[in-house]
Every structure is written in structure tokens, then in C-alpha cells.
């Protein structure tokens, strides 16, 4: 079958929550064979495997759901987002979230293959892959020359580095952490004792209702990987990250943007009443800011729930 390429949202949407479930009748996908992601004769985007091929009407695109890591996260996990009171101004007043350049996180290993110590082991792997593919090329007659198949996959090595180099610069993010509840942890690290911040409360749901179910907003759960025994995805390195930062429990979206120009970040703008469900102030903040706070939001003219912190319930002995 003749793939067509066509997405719609909707499809898109569908994919990004299938990965290696077959939509039609609900069996995991045996690992290594493509899902199919299309129509079915009236419309209806559908996401098959093998098994029920036959309801494909019109095929948008194989899928090789094994090559991406499972980024799926449930529409009611709860995330929270810890910031310091000017950034939760900024929020109010853009009415848009700041996703920030991949590279400018903070992070030297966002968006990284690996660790430099295995980069040899990697770049063998890709310049014997590249190597077949310029020898086993199709429409060759004669099998070129050495000299010309070490050429070619010496500079297709080259070009897929500098690729990887470029996502970082082209991939902007958003960071939220998922947790049942609150987190002392963060709070300290983001908002610690006499700083004045917030914790904002939401669903993987409501966030992407807020910035307007935008399906080329990735959004997507990070993998934490051990890279002295693995490297990250090829498709989607920018979801993974060293395993020495799975405290994080970090779920990301994640928007591409293209262009000469580099910016820090860029504003996604955002439904505020839909993204809080509720704001939080610290729980070290003085006894003072609950009342600024309550003040700002009402200047915005925003309507949001302002909750107390969980870690200033009282015990009982
Ligand atoms: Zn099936």
C-alpha cells in the first residue's frame, strides 16, 4: 500500500498515544513490526497493526514505533511547575508560556547523543551504516569505488552530526515535573526560604488545552538513561536525559522552531485559567505574599485558585 503522507491533527494526536497498541483491537504490537497510521474509508484516523491492516483505507505512514522511546504519559498525571514570583508575573502578563532553547537549559547533555568517552563506538556504528548504504545504493551498476563509498559516508557522518548539534538550537522546551503532590525538594531548590515564588498545579491534559491542543507541540515523558551503556534516540534525543536526574520525573513539551534567528526562547501563548488549576504559594515564602499574590492575579483580571501549601499542614502527636 502506497502511503500518502496526510496528517491531520487529529491523526497525529492519535499516533502520539498509540506507540505499540494496535487502536482497532487493543493487542501490543510484537516488538519490530510497523503500526500503520491512516483513514479508514469514512475518515476516521486509525492506528493498526498487522492485525487489522484491512481497516486501512488510506495509509498516511508506516510506523516504526520501536525507534522512538515510549513518551506517552496519561491526560491526569499531575504537573507542577516551581518558579520564582517574576516569572509567575511574566506568565500573567504575556499570557504565554517562555519555552527555553534546548541549549540554554542548563543541561550540557540536552540533546546529546552520549558521552564523549563512547563517541568513537557511535560514530563506527553510523559511518558502517552509511558505508552500506552508498555501496548498496540503488540504481548503481557497478559498486563504486572505496575511495568514493569512504567519501560519502565520512561526509553523511558529518551532516548527521552537525543535525544533532542544530536540534539543540531549533528545539525549545518547557519543563514539568510529575508528582501526586508536592515536592519539599523543589520548593527549596526553586523557591528556597525568604525568596517569594509559586507552584503551579495542572494535568498533562489541561496544559495542552491551554496552549491550544497544537499537535506540533510535542509533548512527552523524558527518559532517563545510563549513557555509559546506551545512547539516546536518534528521533528524539531531546526526551532523553542522564539517569543521575530521574529525581526530576520531568515531562516535557516541546516546540521546534526554524530561522536564522536564535532566540533564547520563545512565548507559546497560553490559556492561564485553563493551565492553574491551582497556584500555590511557598510555603517559605513571609506571611505577606499570599496577599500580594492574591492582589497580582486580580489585576490580570484572572480568575485561579490559590491553595495552600501541603507542607504547612500541622501534625498531631
Ligand atoms: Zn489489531
Redesign the pocket.
Known sequence: MQSTGRFTDDLRRLVARSYNI??????T?PHEIAAYAGYTFDGTPIY?????VD?IDELATHVYWWWEADKRCEPDTCLWRYMDFAKFVGLLEARALFFCRADLLGDGFEGAAGIAERRGTYDQFYLDFFRNAVRTAPGQTVPPPTEQVEHEAHRLLAEFTATGERDRKTSFVSCWHANTGESEALWRLYCPPSTVGVAIETTAQALVEAYGNDTKIKLGRVQYVDYRRSFAGIHDRIFWKRKSLSHEAEIRAVATQHGEQLDAGILIPVDVEKLCKSVIPSPFAPDWFVNVLSATIKRFEIDLDITQSELLAEPFF
Open positions: 494496535c487502536q482497532c483491537c487493543s493487542l504490537l493498526v497493526g498487522q492485525c487489522c481497516k
